[in-house]
């Protein structure tokens, strides 16, 4: 059964994106500092965060000034994924999106603090890219169009 994905673009105290993955009813979240790849050398660290209601999914707008995650957030890419191996330590799954396609993984990673930090890695596949660059969507004509409004609130 194919689920929703979303990873959103958020300008917050930090540049960041939001990886988000429909599971047990829920968003499960991950800020991602530097973004998701496409190139299977690249190990990004993503930040498990709490979880969204699903209808955050769909937000875009500007969270406003004194609210937690203040800034503008726009959808980067959404899609559908199919949740290939499901663990306390490990997620593997294959994305369907518009930029992001093909088998990821999220691995903990154990000698974390927190206990919060995962590496998000892509898997050699067909739809791999080695010389992979992110490019932001959050442009100076898409920031002008976005309007201020309070996301959805958290599942927790």
Same mark, same amino acid.
């Given at each position: 059964?194919?689920?929703? %994905?979303?990873?959103?673009?958020?300008?917050?105290?930090?540049?960041?994106?939001? @990886?988000?993955?429909?599971?047990?009813?829920?968003?499960?979240?991950?800020?991602? $500092?530097? /973004?998701?790849? =496409? +190139?299977?050398?690249?190990?990004?660290?993503?930040?498990?965060?709490? #979880?969204?209601?699903?209808?955050?999914? #769909?937000?875009?707008?500007?969270?406003?000034? *004194?609210?937690? /995650?203040?800034? $503008?957030?726009?959808?980067?890419?959404? *899609?559908? %994924?199919?949740?290939?191996?499901? /663990?306390?330590?490990?997620?593997?799954?294959? =994305?369907?999106?518009?930029?992001?396609?093909?088998? @990821?993984?999220?691995?903990?990673?154990?000698?974390?603090?927190?206990? +919060?930090?995962?590496? =998000?890695?892509?898997?050699?596949?067909?739809?791999?890219?080695?010389?992979?660059? =992110?490019?932001?969507?959050?442009?100076?004509?898409?920031?002008?169009?976005?309007?201020?409004?309070?996301?959805?609130?958290?599942?927790?």
């Amino acid at each position: 059964m194919s689920l929703r %994905f979303v990873v959103q673009e958020h300008e917050a105290t930090r540049l960041h994106y939001d @990886f988000r993955l429909e599971i047990e009813g829920v968003l499960r979240s991950w800020a991602i $500092p530097k /973004g998701p790849s =496409l +190139n299977p050398a690249d190990k990004r660290l993503a930040v498990a965060v709490e #979880d969204h209601v699903l209808e955050h999914a #769909d937000y875009e707008g500007i969270i406003p000034q *004194g609210s937690y /995650g203040s800034g $503008p957030v726009v959808i980067w890419d959404e *899609g559908t %994924f199919d949740l290939l191996e499901k /663990g306390d330590d490990k997620l593997s799954f294959q =994305l369907k999106g518009k930029k992001l396609k093909g088998d @990821f993984a999220l691995v903990r990673l154990k000698k974390s603090r927190s206990g +919060n930090d995962w590496l =998000l890695m892509k898997k050699k596949d067909a739809h791999a890219v080695a010389d992979w660059k =992110l490019k932001t969507s959050l442009t100076k004509k898409k920031r002008s169009e976005l309007k201020e409004k309070v996301p959805p609130c958290s599942a927790s």
